[in-house]
């Protein structure tokens, strides 16, 4: 996976020991400036919620190599509505509750 700015990745605990609770994190850059141990990086970007808010921003130390793709949202099913009634069902004519007219 290249790690670009905009990149959504899962960061879990394989990545990094602290990420107990897998987080959703949105890349703004790797921070290249910083000496780190081999196949390590400091990242800086956003935690994202479920619903896809970012609720802070942070740096996090990690293996990119471990990195994961987010995990697919279910796609929502569409409500059913029901069937129009046919024409001829609708077009009856309903009593009327008022009484006869004098004549």
Request: aromatic share 8%; proline share 14%.
């Amino acid at each position: 996976m290249a790690l670009r700015a905009g990149v959504l990745v899962r960061v879990t605990r394989t990545a990094s020991p602290q990420f107990v609770r897998p987080i959703l994190f949105r890349l703004i850059r790797v921070r290249t400036e910083w000496i780190t141990y081999d196949g390590w990086a400091w990242l800086d970007g956003y935690q994202i919620n479920a619903k896809g808010d970012a609720v802070a921003r942070r740096l996090i130390y990690v293996q990119p190599a471990e990195l994961l793709p987010p995990e697919p949202t279910p796609q929502a099913t569409p409500i059913r509505r029901p069937a129009p009634a046919s024409r001829a069902a609708t077009s009856r004519r309903v009593p009327s509750t008022r009484p006869p007219r004098p004549q």
